[in-house]
């Protein structure tokens, strides 16, 4: 049984900030700059900005500091940023209506594109309650809410436009989606183009166990009853009353965490796998929990999680000074926790079952809608299709366009190095077509798939395949790289500029170059891709020391620009052959996705 455990100690600190009570939930930028707010009495609902070092940000109101909602009567604001720039503001109103929500630009003015038929613009008043935490799917606000009108008597998972309206595309064209009486009804959780709502549940017969619970929706609004049971995960049930957990994401599994009342337990971490299956080898049966860190209680946990599943946990513990005084430290620890490696050989390849991990049309792995023109989409692929969440280095993927508005290309590629001049998928407007992609993971676990066109295209990728992290040192196994152009007969990449004459056969080097050693390489894989070919023909790649065989790698027809994946033996001179087996010139381009040891 693994357990988890206080991997360091509490880092203790102040923040002094401007006199707020009912502060909200933190807001970081990727500049490192922070967001944060409170109700300020006598003033109202007060957002302050700062920059990656703690000073106020002058861009934002002058001074760092805004008004966003101006009265006495709000309480408990919470803050959302939207992905276009700017804020949502949703505070509690203790007047009519119960709630209105903010919008500010990144300059801190109010945004007056939101609710812009509102007594005020840029303020939305909302006739009943949100629940729990909402959160953004673009600049779409989706929220967890109740309606004072006695003709929407449910609790609704609810979506609304980027113009404050609700979103008549969600639901059933009226933005709404009652929540089933089995599934949650607290915060939302926007990952990977689907919404998870999470909750507490409670038995209805003895003996009344409690458990938090998470339940999956599609971004349309659909709940997935592949995930869990009947489209709800189930926490660990226990006689203590469970709240409504907060959802993380790391390292392929999900984490709920949450407290337990009337107990000796108040901090409860559940963990679940992709699927909704409660995780039995973390912590106590899927469970860990932590009523004292460091020998003393502690409570008002908040919660982080590094890529690497680790979770990161903020905490105040009381001080008794003497009878009349006391004070509260803040804390952080962090856990540790072991994760189950896949057995077998650094490099070595397990295959799969296909299992389609991505489809823009249907909100799978991302949101409904295509691959803007020049974007790039981040895909979660470990912990998913049968990848292990942590102890893979790469993936073997069949990627397909549909329906693209124009010609274009799609690059794959780890998601921590930029996208390169390399290209895995080449189409014309209005082509359905597919390549395999051998794609090296970033560290998070992610791929990002880049639209290299100038109108916007559906894409969808089942995985066929991953090769096991570590250093390779077996013959055979696989090393894998980021993408990288080694040959290019346009630009003179590789080879000179020029087309490669009918019946040629070109001398390629590959071994050093695109991060292949200058020794050691047996083989390599490579996409291939044939452009401008004046007429129909094939293209045969093999290794430098041997005759062209009677084999090929890649069929066109004139003009046709097509790749194909390529495993190839290198030469004892670390060199491949191209031949074009057409009776007029083509070009040929050529990028490395990695190398197998010789």
């Known amino acids: 049984m693994r357990r988890s455990r206080p991997d360091a100690g509490p880092v203790r600190g102040r923040v002094c900030s401007r006199p707020q009570r009912w502060l909200s939930n933190v807001v970081t930028e990727n500049d490192g700059a922070v967001v944060v707010g409170g109700y300020v009495p006598g003033t109202g609902v007060v957002v302050n900005r ?79 309650y949100f629940h729990g935490e909402p959160a953004m799917d673009g600049d779409k606000l989706v929220a967890i809410g109740s309606f004072l009108d006695a003709s929407l008597p449910e609790i609704y998972l609810m979506r609304f436009t980027a113009s404050g309206a609700l979103d008549p595309s969600f639901g059933g064209g009226d933005g709404l989606i009652p929540i089933p009486s089995h599934a949650p009804d607290g915060g939302v959780t926007v990952h990977a183009g689907s919404y998870y709502v999470t909750s507490a549940y409670w038995q209805q017969e003895e003996p009344y166990d409690s458990a938090m619970t998470v339940a999956k929706f599609s971004s349309t609004g659909v709940l997935d009853t592949s995930f869990g049971t009947s489209g709800v995960a189930y926490g660990f049930l226990d006689e203590d009353i469970a709240s409504e957990g907060r959802l993380f994401f790391a390292g392929g599994y999900l984490y709920l965490v949450g407290t337990r009342c009337c107990g000796e337990t108040p901090l409860e971490i559940n963990r679940f796998s992709a699927n909704g299956l409660l995780d039995t080898s973390y912590g106590d049966g899927g469970r860990l929990l932590l009523d004292t860190i460091n020998g003393s209680e502690a409570s008002g946990v908040a919660v982080g999680v590094q890529p690497n599943g680790q979770l990161l946990l903020a905490f105040n513990q009381l001080e ?43 909100g799978l792995g991302a949101p409904v809608g295509k691959i803007a023109a020049g974007a790039s989409l981040d895909l979660a692929v470990a912990g998913r299709g049968g990848v292990p969440s942590q102890g893979v280095s790469a993936v073997v993927l069949n990627v397909t366009v549909t329906e693209p508005g124009a010609p274009g290309y799609l690059t794959v590629y780890p998601s921590d190095v930029d996208a390169s001049l390399a290209s895995n998928l080449n189409f014309n407007a209005g082509q359905t077509i597919p390549n395999l992609v051998t794609v090296k993971l970033g560290a998070d676990g992610h791929v990002k798939i880049k639209n290299g066109s100038w109108l916007g295209a559906h894409v969808i990728a089942d995985v066929a395949g991953y090769y096991l992290a570590g250093t390779p040192t077996d013959p055979g196994t696989f090393v894998a790289l980021p993408p990288s152009r080694v040959l290019d007969t346009r630009t003179g990449t590789g080879a000179p500029t020029g087309k490669l004459g009918a019946g040629a056969a070109l001398n390629l080097t590959i071994a050093g170059q695109a991060g292949v050693p200058a020794s050691g390489a047996g083989a390599v894989i490579v996409n291939v891709t044939v452009t401008e070919p004046g007429a129909p023909g094939y293209v045969t790649v093999y290794p430098s020391n041997v005759s062209a065989p009677n084999a090929s790698n890649l069929n066109f ?35 490395v996705a990695g190398y197998f040891l010789a």
């Open 50 to 128: 700062y920059t990656a070092t703690g000073a106020p940000d002058t861009s934002f109101g002058g001074d760092g500091s805004v008004v966003a909602l101006s009265s006495d009567t709000y309480e408990f604001p919470r803050i959302v940023k939207r992905t276009s720039g700017g804020y949502l503001i949703i505070s509690l109103n203790l007047g009519t209506p119960p709630y209105r929500v903010a919008a500010l630009t990144n300059s801190g003015a109010l945004d007056t594109s939101w609710a812009p038929s509102a007594s005020v613009p840029g303020v939305l008043p909302f006739d009943g």
């Open 557 to 591: 027809v004139a003009g046709q620009t097509i790749p194909n994946l390529v495993v190839v033996k290198l030469g004892p001179d670390g060199h491949v052959k191209l031949t074009n087996g057409s009776w007029l010139g083509t070009h040929l381009i050529g990028d």
């Open 320 to 362: 008794v000074l003497n009878e009349m005084d006391y004070v509260y430290h803040t804390g952080v620890v962090r856990l540790f926790h072991e994760v189950p490696l896949p057995e077998g050989v650094p490099g070595a390849m397990v295959p799969l079952a296909p299992a389609r991990i991505l489809d823009t049309r249907t």
